[in-house]
């Protein structure tokens, strides 16, 4: 009983919490690409090593993933004497200047609707009604509901 404990312990207090299951899928990853490496006498790709195990490759990639101990965004990658880069420092943006442009063009398409098609879009995708509590809210039918929200959103594709 106090091994288990003491395995439970070892295997549960870590700094991110992953799921036995992802876990065991990382550690047979480990073992086939270890028998891999010794079978091919080359590091094996990872579609291999998820053929080896049948599971999906994406699986696989993401049980790797999940045992890898996080690291600080202010760990030092490089350090030149003077300019150290951090891992901040490489984490990309992916704002550019055509994501403002579509957040814009969004924002302009939503204020040109009516005010009932703007109410019956916010209870429906940000408060996650259905349309019949959205037909109930109004005090209209759930198909007048259907249509106005078919209309609002054809009209915010054609301004997009």
Known sequence: MIIGEIRRYLRDNNA???SRSMRDVAYRAMQAKEALLAELSREPT?????QRLDLPREEVVLALEAIVDPISLYEPVYNDGGDTIFVMDQVGDSNDDRNWLDE?????????????EKKILNLRFIKGMTQVEVSGEIGISQAQVSRLEKGALDKIKKDL
């Open 46 to 50: 990872v579609e291999e090593i998820a």
């Open 16 to 18: 991110i919490r992953i």
């Open 104 to 116: 814009i063009t969004l924002k302009d398409a939503i204020a040109a609707l009516s005010d009932r």
